[in-house]
């Protein structure tokens, strides 16, 4: 097995310099890192992770908290991590809580224990005691679409606008009875989404503590799921039946109503459109295609891991912040 001293030797060079270009420490001419590495991949030399670790005091390994891999949107912005991570050498660990304060808490743990250098939370139900947690253990956190958050590093996009822009779309198209499938009560950005939704139908008055006490209300809670969206969409038909658009909180449940309207026979867009939100991969490839907002998943991913980069970087810098605009989508759906 090659060893640094087999580097030093083949690039022509001093220990001292394989060391800083192999841990990423002092200066070092471009001309001889590039013979550094070019010994390494000749010699196919394998560091010692643990040994570089107690060196550097970085397992070059990173934690990322997602809430379901099994959403469509959820592994584009983990690949958009995984890519940007890998570019700056370092590893992903992934973890999936369902949501669930439990086993969010417990994510952390396990992440600490595994000594990560950073890590991401992706659209966290809990950010508060997620990030209290990250910060009681000194670990740099980054949040990815939590909505707002004036005290942390984060990335989100701009959801109230995005549903006004869905809704303004659809009375454009000549609806005025839009109903809406809403996400997860309390869950911010779903709430930005509910916000957005209310403040284009007139109803600016409406706190979104009042909405699922309000049962005259065209909205239903579908929770993000495909299940949800069928189950709520043949609830909002049932109690709304005078509805022409549907306006899904997100694309698994817009995909959801589209299935129900089909099995009922009920004419898409001819009798009832419908409109998403994320813009996932099979919204495109669905009959009718769906009209959505599209959100740019994987340039989020990046970013967040460009963020966190930044932050172990340089953690005394100010806390930097980042919000994605998004777009409408106009497909065969509405």
């Known amino acids: 097995m090659a ?13 001292g310099t394989v060391s800083r270009v192999l841990n990423e420490t002092g200066y070092v001419s471009e001309e001889t890192r590039q013979k550094v590495w070019n010994a390494v991949k000749s010699l196919q030399y394998v560091p010692n992770g643990i040994a570089r670790a107690l060196v550097t005091k970085r397992t070059m390994a990173l934690g990322v908290v997602l809430h379901d891999l099994m959403n469509p949107y959820v592994p584009t912005i983990a690949r958009g991590i995984e890519d940007e991570a890998r570019r700056h050498g370092y590893t992903m660990m992934v973890l999936d809580t369902d949501w669930q ?9 396990i992440l600490r224990q595994q000594a990560v250098d950073g890590i991401i939370l992706v659209s966290p139900a809990n950010t508060e005691e997620m990030v209290s947690k990250c ?5 740099p956190v980054i949040v990815v679409d939590s909505g707002d958050a004036s005290a942390i590093s984060h990335i ?3 959801h109230y606008k995005g549903a006004r822009d869905a809704v303004a779309w659809a009375k454009k198209q000549g609806h005025t009875h839009i109903g809406f499938l809403a996400g997860p009560a309390g869950l911010r950005f779903a709430d930005l989404r509910l916000r957005g939704y209310l403040d284009s139908m007139g109803l600016t008055d409406l706190s979104l503590e009042e909405v699922d006490q309000r ?10 799921l495909f299940e949800g969206g069928r189950a709520a969409t043949e609830a909002l038909l049932h109690a709304h039946p005078e509805i022409t658009c549907i306006f899904a909180g997100n694309d698994m449940s817009a995909l959801g109503a589209l299935q129900y309207l089909e099995q009922q026979g009920i004419a898409v867009p001819e ?26 998943m994987y ?19 100010p806390i930097p912040q980042r919000v994605f605009d998004l777009t409408l989508v106009v497909r065969e759906s509405c």
Do not use: W, Y
């Open 215 to 224: 049962k005259e209300l065209p909205i239903v809670r579908a929770e993000f």
């Open 156 to 158: 989100t996009a701009d």
């Open 271 to 296: 009798q009832i459109a419908i409109i998403g939100f994320d813009d996932i991969f099979i919204a495109s490839l669905v009959h009718p295609r769906l009209t959505t907002i599209r959100q740019p």
């Open 3 to 15: 060893t640094i001293k087999d580097i030093a030797r083949t690039a022509g060079v001093g220990i």
């Open 135 to 139: 910060q009681d253990e000194n670990i």
């Open 299 to 317: 340039e989020i991913g990046v970013a967040a891991a460009e963020l966190l980069m930044q932050h172990l970087s340089a953690p005394e810098c």
């Open 101 to 109: 304060l439990e086993h969010e808490l417990r994510a952390i743990t």
